[in-house]
């Protein structure tokens, strides 16, 4: 490792047993556009991976509908062996139509069949943290997470989390397995899982925003964030960064990007510590 540039995010234990760097990696940007296809550029994609890990990042956050499947594939292309600090989440339960196209699906077998296919994508003999990636009212709760729960008991999955849930969401499918970290839209201009977020943090679950940087009209010449950017000598999308870091011990972001450049400045705002007056004028402005 050249420079620990995400270390001073801090660390925490997924499950209480599995310690990640809380500033991570999301791989959603790295395959063409719609998240369909190819990278634009494929070599590119390699060095963003390799410079995350040698940045300090650990925890990579990825789908087996990114693509589909090419952000799994790019992992281990890039990062096979893994690092023994390296974790990787995945996440499965949303079909890919087309470019901009989701649907989910949550049907057990069809889990089962992608843990199994993303332990073959990966290079993995289990998968550190497996995530539903939206819960899909077709089918009750009980089995789509009790299906990962098998795979976990058969050794397949070490953890299990969920994404963009609510708080009885999360608690009914608590009734089925141990729910380690909860993925939900959340920047310093959405706050919409705000009580999910507090209740995550109470109970100790990982929080994982997706969409961490966006800050709408803050980011304005004008407005709150570029100011306090300015005074930091930081961009407002590192920024963004710091507030959620500051926001609570479990929020782990992951801001994804397919250059090197944009990897090491979001990589930076490791680094930014928000003075209280700082952090509460930011959560104000956006409320």
């Known amino acids: 490792m050249t420079e620990n540039i995400a270390a001073p995010s801090g660390t925490f234990r997924l499950g209480g047993d599995l310690p990640v760097v809380r500033l991570g990696y999301g791989t959603m940007q790295l395959p063409g556009e719609g998240v369909w296809g190819p990278p634009r550029d494929h070599d590119e994609a390699l060095r963003v991976l390799r410079r995350a890990v ?3 990042v650990t925890l ?3 789908a087996d509908s990114y693509g589909p499947h090419v952000a799994e594939e790019l992992l281990r292309e890039a990062l096979h ?3 023994d600090d390296v974790v990787i989440a995945t996440k499965a339960g949303l079909t890919r139509q087309g470019p901009h ?3 989910p699906l949550g049907q057990p077998a069809y889990l089962r ?3 199994e296919l993303s332990l073959r994508r990966l290079g993995l003999e289990r998968i550190d943290l497996f995530q539903l990636h939206r819960i899909d009212p077709a089918y009750p709760v009980a089995d789509q997470v009790g ?3 098998a795979l976990q008991d058969e050794g397949k999955i070490r953890h299990i989390g969920l994404s963009q849930v609510s708080v009885e969401e999360l608690q009914e499918a608590q009734r089925t397995a141990e729910i380690v970290s909860v993925q939900n839209l959340y920047n310093l201009a959405d706050r919409s899982s705000e009580a999910l977020l507090d209740h995550c943090t109470e109970h100790g679950i990982a929080f994982i925003p997706w969409f961490p940087l966006a800050t709408g009209e803050l980011s304005k010449n004008d407005g709150p964030l570029a100011a306090a950017a300015r005074e930091h000598d930081a961009s407002p999308s590192q920024l963004a960064l710091a507030w959620l870091l500051r926001r609570s011990p479990v929020v ?3 801001p994804g990007t397919k250059s090197v450049e944009h990897l090491d400045a979001n990589t930076a705002a490791a680094s930014i510590e928000l003075t209280d007056a700082e952090f509460e004028a930011l959560g ?4």
């Not at 104000?284 to 409320?287: F, M, S, T």
């Open 60 to 62: 990579f956050d990825t």
């Open 81 to 83: 062996p893994y690092a």
């Open 101 to 103: 196209r989701w649907t």
């Open 284 to 287: 104000r402005a956006a409320a």
């Open 147 to 149: 299906e990962l729960k």
């Open 113 to 115: 069949q992608e843990v």
């Open 54 to 56: 040698e940045i300090g």
């Open 252 to 254: 782990l972001p992951i």
